[in-house]
């Protein structure tokens, strides 16, 4: 896997193919489009719904530690198995699932790079069947909070200019000129960025295959917009999927050693009474500051 | 249970109004199936069926429009 940081948290679809019945290996798909399981999926893989079964459905948080070894456990997912997650719309919902699991700990969790879209246009096997889980028992690490921003956090980081804020939106989200991808609901008060926060599209670390582009582009597309590791890391977009992408490509691929994905995001700092909003097009990095 | 593979896979862009659209298709089985996202940021539009890849695009650009025909721009000035 090139020359990346932690190249063991991923994996290639050949590498899925061959290892997709070793139990000691989990293959789980997480996607956007949450019927896209059903259609045809990597034999054996499990799926899980972001929106039920990857969130607290009462409160808006991420699962609690009790949910999370609920889930775990009805996956048949051990602390020392190697959990390969991939998904649609290059592997968003996927990396969301890979944080989460970071946050409780899991060792051994990795994207299958270039997620659904490689294993179908590559023409690989597909099953339609859910596969028959054992189930284990899981318990979760104490929650690792370094990698996620809450909105204190934000907050004061941003008035003191004290970490590199990633705004991983489309440019005309960043830009205020839309309040939602084109098509989805909007789910803010106000559109606009963050106060100081770089623009750098979750999309642009991709290759059209989905992959994610070599170490050496990656570096110079963050280092371009003065995000070079120097300084802690907190990467958003409008509800935490898209900046799990981002930050999983900042702290695994280049290993920044201090990122935090801020999950509230745009919908939460959005919707704030009185929170500093800055609209506008993104400025070149050498032009601010 | 079903045992198969993505065959006659293809991608393309259109224009939808004033957006532009990926259209993702191929061949499951006896199906096409269609899966259209708006290129940037990529979010999942439509995901249709149709028994050759233009009744299935025909779906999805269908839906596609009808969200997002709601998509409103607004002035983006500082």
């Known amino acids: 896997m090139g020359n990346y940081a932690h190249p063991e948290t991923l994996v ?3 590498w899925v193919a061959q290892h997709a019945s070793d139990a000691r290996v989990r293959i789980a798909e997480v996607d956007v489009d949450t019927k896209a399981y059903d259609e045809g999926h990597v034999p054996g893989a499990l799926g899980w719904a972001w929106n039920s079964q990857l969130c607290d459905t009462v409160r808006r948080d991420i699962l609690s530690p009790s949910q999370f070894e609920e889930l775990m456990a009805a996956s048949g997912i051990s602390p020392d198995t190697t959990v390969v997650i991939y998904g649609d719309n290059n592997n968003w919902f996927a990396a969301w699932a890979l944080w989460q699991m970071k946050v409780y700990g899991h060792k051994d969790v990795r994207l299958m790079n270039g997620g659904r879209k490689k294993w179908l246009s590559e023409g690989r096997e597909l099953s339609t069947a859910a596969p028959k889980i054992a189930r284990t028992t899981y318990k979760a690490s104490a929650p690792d909070l370094s ?14 200019s004290a970490a590199a804020l990633v705004d991983v939106r489309s440019p005309q989200e960043f830009s205020g000129e839309i309040l939602a991808p084109p098509g989805l609901p909007e789910t803010c008060q106000r559109g606009g960025h963050i106060p100081g926060a770089r623009s750098i599209p979750w999309g642009k670390a991709c290759n059209d295959d989905g992959t994610f582009k070599s170490y050496d582009e990656l ?3 963050y280092a371009g917009e003065g995000v070079d590791g120097t300084k802690p890391v907190i990467a958003y977009c409008r509800i935490g999927e898209r900046s799990s992408h981002s930050w999983y490509v900042l702290k695994y691929l280049l290993g920044y050693g201090n990122v935090a994905n801020y999950d509230g995001s745009w919908t939460e700092w959005g919707n704030l009474v009185g929170a500093p909003v800055e609209r506008g097009a993104a400025a070149s990095a050498g032009g601010r500051g | 249970m079903k045992e198969m593979k993505a065959e006659e896979y293809q991608e393309r862009k259109v224009d939808v109004g004033e957006w532009h659209v990926n259209l993702t298709s191929y061949r499951l089985d006896k199906e096409f199936h269609c899966k259209a996202d708006n290129v940037s940021p990529g979010a999942a539009l439509a995901r249709t069926t ?3 890849r233009e009744e299935a695009e025909a779906n999805a650009i269908a839906r596609a429009e009808e969200l997002l025909s709601r998509a409103k721009r607004r002035a983006a000035e500082a």
């Open chain 1, 219 to 221: 570096k110079a597309l």
């Open chain 1, 12 to 14: 290639t679809t050949d």
């Open chain 1, 147 to 160: 990698i996620r921003a809450f909105l204190s956090q934000v907050q004061s980081a941003q008035a003191k």
């Open chain 2, 50 to 52: 149709g028994a050759t």
